[in-house]
């Protein structure tokens, strides 16, 4: 039997649910792989960790209505939800998707989802579009694609590091001054062994530095000059330079470009988030 062509009006009906779809959620949204821990988790630990922060993300947008039914956590509360809020849900799990790569479909609420979204008649689209963030994402992971920098939380995150980098510095020029003199070749592997030893023996005191202990040791190994000792050795500290440096390096970005995003993200109207994990 031949299909119907649709009528000019359903056609324009279905292209304004398109768009409206397309901006159910506008602002920078925090990244779920900077607050999750990457290493020695389990099964069910990765499900945990997902769930409870695709959850945090979907409340703090989530209509007011809806809202009020989550938080009384009553049988089948999903089940009530109401359109627009599943919406918020799967535009947030898509974006997600972006970064967390097949990590994110270890959670049993975007288990959930892709089970609905296999039935609903914009299912399909929605499917393609999490395939090609999954895809997106293994890109970011092999460095072949840029990763997003639109997190808000990245401005609180610098401001942390800062002042935990400046701190550990001025540690550090007080012990190694008189090293200065050394050849550059001599005199980095021993700073950076020092500045890795040191964070992880005093995690407490440096969480955000800890939290991120080996891609600083991996940079500092990757720079072509002796970045950290060229940094002590300056008249004048500059730990956000560095931080700007180090970022950059993590991010593929200019380290200029990366300050501008940073202190743009900062004029943001939502708080960021504060999280010690990159």
């Known amino acids: 039997m031949a299909m119907r062509k649709p009528k000019q ?7 304004a649910k398109t768009r409206k779809r397309a901006r159910v959620i506008a602002e920078p949204m925090p990244q779920i792989i900077g607050r999750i821990s990457q290493e020695g988790t389990t099964r069910k630990g990765w499900d945990e960790d997902i769930t409870a922060q695709l959850l945090t993300l979907w409340f703090d947008r989530m209509p007011l209505a809806d809202l009020k039914i ?41 288990q959930w989802r892709l089970s609905e979204w296999e039935v609903v008649p914009d299912g399909l689209k929605l499917l393609r579009q999490y395939l090609h963030a999954v895809e997106r994402a293994a890109r970011i992971f092999q460095r072949r694609q840029r990763p997003p920098l639109d997190d808000p939380s990245f401005y609180t995150f610098k401001d942390k590091t800062v002042k935990e980098l400046k701190v550990l510095l001025i540690e550090m020029r007080k012990a190694f001054r ?3 003199s050394d050849p550059p070749h001599d005199l980095e592997p021993v700073l950076v062994v020092h500045f890795s030893k ?9 969480p955000f530095l800890a939290a991120n202990r080996l891609r600083w040791e991996a940079f500092f190994k990757d720079q072509p000059t002796a ?12 730990p956000a330079s560095l931080f700007d440096l180090w970022f950059s390096w993590c991010k593929g970005v200019d380290p200029e470009r990366i300050r501008q995003i940073i202190s743009h993200l900062g004029s943001s109207p939502r708080k960021p988030t504060r999280n010690a994990k990159l």
């Open 178 to 180: 008189v090293r200065f």
């Open 70 to 110: 989550a938080s009384a956590k009553g049988p089948l509360w999903l089940a009530q939800m109401s359109p627009e809020a599943l919406m918020g849900l799967d535009e947030i799990i898509v974006r997600q998707a972006g970064t967390l790569g097949w990590r994110i479909g270890l959670s049993e609420l975007v």
């Open 198 to 206: 040191t964070v992880k023996r005093r995690s407490r005191s440096f």
């Open 9 to 15: 009006h359903e056609t324009m009906r279905a292209a």
């Open 227 to 238: 970045v950290l000792m060229q940094n002590l050795a300056k008249v004048r500290l500059c």
